[in-house]
Nanobody
Framework: VQLQESGPGLVKPSQTLSLTCTVS??????????WSWIRQSPGKGLEWMGA???????YYSPSQRGRTSISRDTSKNQFTLQLSSVTPEDTAVYYC??????WGQGTQVTVSS
């Protein structure tokens, strides 16, 4: 299984960040998988943001609930992250991952005017 993140590298403050994770070599509809978004801000550790599982049930970190939305497009074998009202503190490398240890390479997102 391979995962690849895509999205804008630069987002302005107060905008909504949207990232897509494309999954290959496996099906996003496999019931046993949870698909997550994780980020790492400069100088900080990894932060789990949320996940989507089978039946489109979603789970969010309490610190991100309210600003974060995760969805999936089974026809494209993709899942997406939307983070609203971004600030410079949302600058980070964003990763997508499954629950079997497969991670994308990460995509840098900078929030700046």
């Amino acid at each position: 299984v391979q995962l690849q993140e895509s999205g804008p590298g630069l987002v302005k403050p107060s905008q909504t960040l949207s990232l897509t994770c494309t999954v290959s070599g496996g099906s996003i509809t496999t019931n046993s998988h949870f698909w997550s978004w994780i980020r790492q801000s400069p100088g900080k550790g990894l932060e789990w943001m949320g996940a989507i599982g089978y039946s489109d049930r979603t789970y969010y970190s309490p610190s991100q609930r309210g600003r974060t939305s995760i969805s999936r497009d089974t026809s494209k074998n993709q899942f997406t992250l939307q983070l609203s009202s971004v600030t410079p503190e949302d600058t980070a490398v964003y990763y997508c991952a499954d629950d079997l240890g497969h991670w994308g390479q990460g995509t840098q997102v900078t929030v700046s005017s």
